[in-house]
């Protein structure tokens, strides 16, 4: 199983927004609606911001958000804080019990 | 409070066995999948190994399959990995985590793993 693709890294301003692209294929991302995202800030375990495409977690802040059309899903941080700057990994279920992750995107707040 | 922690990490020589360990509390750990999903320094994340909440069904990464066995202890609480036949490539930062309905809502701190000569 081949790893989701995602940009190496995405930038924004404080108060801008940035969206990181996920693009998988017909048998993970397109098959299924079990697409989620996770941040993780530099020596930390992984956090979980999106479940179901387009779900947040109790306590994750609106501002993030995703979305799904066909093979490629997206996760959109609006609003872009200093405390958002992380890696984000997409992840999606892949059938046969199988999750695949994607590359990750370091997101910078300039 | 809901918490995984994870132990047995360490240094082993090129060819030989670790146990990782990772203990659950704050909620009924029998009612939930469970992963190891590892990451190399520097690099993404992969999922190594996934177990049903009852122990009935396991599934690993093509890398992994024949050298990893995960297990769990419901009454203990407790996930294992036990890795044989170790090698340089496995060297990361294990990670036990919890499946909630196709979504990993809870990971442990992480343990490091160091195969190396």
């Known amino acids: 199983q081949s790893a989701l693709t995602q940009p190496p890294s995405a930038s924004g301003s404080p108060g801008q927004s940035v969206t990181i692209s996920c693009t998988g294929t017909s048998s993970d991302v397109g098959a299924y609606e079990y697409v989620s995202w996770y941040q993780q800030h530099p020596g930390k375990a992984p956090k979980l911001m999106i479940y179901e495409v387009n779900k947040r977690p109790s306590g994750v802040p609106d501002r993030f958000s995703g979305s799904k059309s066909g093979n490629t899903a997206s996760l959109t941080v609006s609003g872009l804080q200093a405390e958002d700057e992380a890696d984000y990994y997409c992840?999606?279920?892949?059938?046969?019990?199988?999750?695949?992750f994607g590359t990750g995107t370091e997101v910078t707040v300039l | 409070e809901v918490q995984l922690v994870e132990s047995g990490g360490g240094l082993v020589q090129p060819g030989g066995s670790l146990r990782l360990s990772c203990a659950a509390s704050g909620f009924t750990f029998s009612n939930y999948l469970m992963n190891w999903v590892r990451q190399v320094p520097g690099k993404g994340l992969v999922c190594v190994s996934r177990i049903y909440n009852d122990g009935s069904s396991t599934d690993y990464a093509d890398s992994v399959k024949g050298r990893f066995t995960i297990s769990r202890d419901n009454a203990k609480n407790t996930l294992y990995l036990q890795m044989h036949s170790l090698r340089v490539d496995d060297t990361a930062v294990y990670y036990c985590v919890r499946d909630s309905d196709y979504r990993l809502d809870v990971w442990g701190q992480g343990t490091t793993v160091t195969v190396s000569s």
């Open positions: 992840n999606s279920f892949a059938g046969s019990h199988n999750y695949v």
